[in-house]
């Protein structure tokens, strides 16, 4: 297992990273997503132990590693021979496509036939054979990046780390990876922990989505995720802040900038308003509603902010929900997370 303890970790200074505790079980399936900034690819980086984090320790298999490298079984690198990342841009070795594929494998002392039919077969299932004898000036971003993967399944790693894999694919390529990775993880024990700016992807491949905001693990995934100013003061400790063309009351003696959450499976779904007693009630129309797990529906409604609600499917039915249609969200100020 690969863990974080205790982490915080500062670039000049500034804070970009604070979590208490972050794991990556054998086999676990994870997407992390979240906005620009929100320290998605530091996480990658001191998952894949390339970074060193400012405070805090990182575990490997229960041992932790030492910052000076040292992590009892071998130095930095021998730890991460079973670790791999696959970043967001990544940096091609000079030579060919093959020239990539092999290096990992020839290091680790592979014998020349091994070599070639593991490359033949990495190459052939991400779509990359045809590039096998190009240089990296003749590749595109998409490209790269399917070569950057496969040269990472390739050494067989117990946990791959994938920072935007699919954002310079088409939805071909990307479903084409998916599915290579799918099929990787039934061949044989691997964990994958994945950041995604795309929530629909994320949703539907990943056994666990957690979202990221300022550094921190937000409580709810990051449709209703929203920065803002509070202001001092309020009634006991109820706020109202202005959040796009509404304002959204919440419980909190915080003041001063801030991350609003707002549950998605808080919100209560209606086609009109109905008698409550939440503080937040917003009228709107349907924009979307995606099927993410079997019995549930994720309905995207415009009322005067984009806000996301979880509903089963027999309740979609029943309020004839379909983009286009009105809708009321409600939920209490209680419900709405702050930090």
């Given at each position: 297992m690969l863990e974080l303890r205790g982490v915080r970790h500062r670039y000049g200074g500034r804070l970009v990273l604070d979590l208490e505790r972050f794991t990556v079980a054998p086999g676990a399936l994870i997407a992390i997503?979240?906005?620009n900034g929100s320290g998605k690819s530091t996480l990658l980086r001191l998952l894949a132990l390339l970074e060193r984090p400012s405070e805090g320790e990182v575990l490997l298999d229960g041992m932790a590693v030492a910052r000076g490298?040292?992590?009892?079984?071998?130095?930095p690198a021998a730890l991460?021979?079973?670790?791999t990342l696959v970043e967001q841009r990544p940096v091609l070795l000079r030579g060919t496509v093959r020239d990539n594929l092999e290096f990992g494998l020839r290091v680790r002392g592979t014998r020349r036939t091994e070599v070639n039919r593991v490359i033949e077969n990495v190459a052939a299932r991400l779509g990359v054979a045809p590039l096998l004898g190009r240089r990296r000036h003749e590749l595109s971003d998409g490209e790269v990046q399917r070569v950057a993967v496969a040269r990472a399944l390739a050494i067989e790693p117990h946990v791959l780390l994938l920072d935007e894999p699919a954002s310079s694919a088409d939805r071909a390529a990307a479903q084409t990876l998916y599915h290579v990775l799918e099929e990787e993880r039934a061949r044989r024990p691997l964990a994958i922990c994945l950041a995604s700016h795309q929530l629909e992807d994320a949703y539907r491949w990943a056994d666990d989505v957690r979202a990221l905001a300022d550094g921190r693990l937000?409580?709810?995934?990051?449709?209703?995720?929203?920065?803002?100013?509070?202001?001092?003061?309020?009634t006991g400790d109820l706020k109202h802040v202005r959040v796009g063309a509404v304002e959204i009351a919440a419980m909190t003696d915080k003041s001063g900038p801030a991350i609003l959450?707002?549950?998605?499976?808080?919100?209560?779904?209606?086609?009109?308003p109905v008698a409550s007693s939440a503080r937040n009630v917003f009228c709107g129309r349907v924009t979307r509603l995606v099927r993410h797990r079997p019995g549930t529906v994720h309905v995207t409604a415009d009322v005067g902010v984009d806000l996301v609600a979880v509903v089963t499917e027999e309740a979609a039915r029943d309020l004839q929900l379909a983009p286009g249609s009105p809708v009321a969200f409600a939920f209490k100020a209680s419900a709405v997370r702050v930090f």
């Open positions: 997503v979240g906005p490298g040292a992590g009892g079984g071998g130095g991460r021979h079973g670790v937000s409580p709810v995934t990051p449709e209703n995720l929203f920065r803002v100013e509070l202001p001092a003061g309020g959450a707002v549950p998605p499976t808080d919100i209560l779904v209606s086609r009109e």
